[in-house]
Structure formats: C-alpha cells, structure tokens
C-alpha cells in the first residue's frame, strides 16, 4: 500500500512539473519572438508590432488581448511589454494561476539594413 502512494505522489509531482514546464517553454518561445520582433521591426507601426505580437501569441497557443501589450517608441527606440495570466492545472483540481512578463527593447538604425 505505501508503494502505491509513493507511485501516485511521484505520478502527481511528474503531472505538475509537465504543466509548468510546458508553459514556461511557451512563454520562452513568445518572449524571443518578441524581443526578434523589438530588434528587427523596429521601423513598424505600434499598431502593426502589437498585432504581430498577438498573432506570436496565437501561435504559441497564448491568448492575448491588445491591451496586454504595450508598445512604446520614443525616437528610435522601442519598447514592447507583454503581461498575461496563465491558467495551469497543477493538480487535479487545482489550478495555479502563473503571471509572466515579457520585456523588451529595440533600436532602429536607420540604413541598418539590407535593400531588396
């Protein structure tokens, strides 16, 4: 009998590490588009990099809602801050909510690159 509650413990530690690591590894493919999105499309429209960040989102399988991202240009730089809550199931029954913050900035060199 305490084999089986050892294996159902393990089994639940097993679950809850799957489910945070999974998010974490969505949240780390979200954050680098973002930052390749701070440094190579500095030149766009806020409006045009937010919804780019929204559709890297949809991809990553992460909704967000455009006031979540922030997007700010003072000059030749850039600035994009994204902000979701993450439901995650931890345990049955239990769901943790998980905040993440993504940062990140980018500077636009004007002639910086290359023409077609």
């Known amino acids: 009998m305490g ?13 809850a590490t799957w489910q945070a690591a999974v998010a974490q590894w ?3 493919k979200l954050e680098d588009a973002v930052k390749q999105l701070a440094t190579f499309g500095v030149d766009q429209d806020g409006d045009v990099t937010r919804a780019a960040v929204l559709a890297e989102g949809l991809n ?7 006031e979540q991202v922030i997007v700010n240009r003072i000059a030749d730089h850039v600035y994009i801050q994204v902000e979701y809550t993450r ?7 239990y769901t943790y909510r998980w905040t993440f ?5 980018g500077y636009f060199v004007p002639g910086g690159r290359i023409q077609k």
């Open 87 to 93: 439901p995650i199931q931890l345990l049955p029954g």
């Open 3 to 15: 084999r089986i509650i050892r294996l159902l413990i393990v089994a639940l530690v097993l679950f």
């Open 101 to 105: 913050r993504i940062n990140a900035e």
């Open 60 to 66: 990553q399988g992460i909704t967000l809602a455009p």
């Open 26 to 28: 969505h949240n780390f």
